[in-house]
C-alpha cells in the first residue's frame, strides 16, 4: 500500500497520477458511492471516513477490515489536521478520525508520500 496525503487543492492526485504512471480510469473517486477496489487509487478516502462517522460507525475498525483489499492500492487522503478547528462537533469529530485512520494506514503501508504544492516528499 502506497499512503500520499497533503493539504486540500495541493495536487495529490496530478502527483500521484504521473509519479506511478495511471490514468484517471484507474482512479475511484470516494465521493462516487460504494467502493470500487478493482481501481489503482482511491481518491478522497476522508469521504469514506465522513460516511461512516455519519452513519454512526467506527471508520479506524472499517479500515483495519479493509487492510488485505488495500494492501496493493495508492490511497490519497486529504490531511485535515491544519488550520482552523471546527466549531461542528461532527467536523470535530471527522478531523479526528481522519488522523486516527491516517496513522492507522500509514503504518501499514510500504510507502508513505506527503504532497506539498505538487510536490511529493517521501516520509517512509
Same mark, same amino acid.
Given at each position: ?8 487543492? &495541493? =495536487? $495529490?492526485?496530478? @502527483? %500521484? ?6 490514468? *484517471? #480510469? ?5 465521493? &462516487? =458511492? $460504494?467502493?470500487? @477496489? %478493482? ?6 478516502? *476522508? #469521504? ?19 487492510? *488485505? ?56
Amino acid at each position: 500500500m502506497t499512503l500520499i496525503f497533503g493539504g486540500a487543492y &495541493q =495536487g $495529490k492526485l496530478s @502527483y %500521484s497520477l504521473e509519479r506511478f504512471n495511471l490514468s *484517471e #480510469e484507474d482512479v475511484w473517486n470516494c465521493t &462516487q =458511492g $460504494k467502493p470500487d @477496489y %478493482s481501481r489503482k487509487v482511491l481518491y478522497k478516502m *476522508e #469521504e469514506v471516513i465522513l460516511e461512516k462517522i455519519k452513519k454512526g460507525e467506527n471508520p479506524v475498525a472499517f479500515l483495519e477490515s479493509q487492510l *488485505e483489499i488495500l494492501k496493493d492500492k495508492i490511497i490519497i487522503i486529504t490531511d485535515l489536521s491544519c488550520g482552523v478547528v471546527p466549531t461542528d462537533p461532527l467536523m470535530r469529530k471527522w478531523r479526528e478520525a481522519v488522523g486516527r485512520c491516517s496513522a492507522l494506514l500509514a503504518r501499514h503501508s510500504d510507502s508513505v508520500i506527503r504532497v506539498f504544492c505538487g510536490i511529493g516528499t517521501e516520509l517512509k
